[in-house]
């Protein structure tokens, strides 16, 4: 696809409002867990993330004032 593809197509206007919302759940939930854990501050090992990268995948979903997070070991069902 070319670029003045991009341009008519409105999907592609779309991405860049999806991506900020996602980037916005995404710090407030870290936000929320480290309130949870009484912490403004948590370190963790870098290969604990990559590991984590390769085993879990994560939905959220809204139903009207909640979103729904879900967590899946990745090769489970």
Do not use: Q
Not at 26 to 36: E, V
């Amino acid at each position: 696809m070319n670029k003045s593809h991009k341009n008519r197509d409105p999907r592609y206007k779309l991405l860049p409002a999806a991506v900020e919302e996602t980037l916005k759940l995404y710090h407030a939930w870290l936000g929320y867990l480290l309130t949870l854990v009484k912490a403004d501050t948590l370190r963790v090992k870098a290969s604990d993330i990559t590991s984590a990268l390769d085993s879990f995948t994560c939905t959220v979903t809204r139903e009207g004032d909640e979103y729904i997070i879900h967590l899946e070991k990745r090769g489970e069902a």
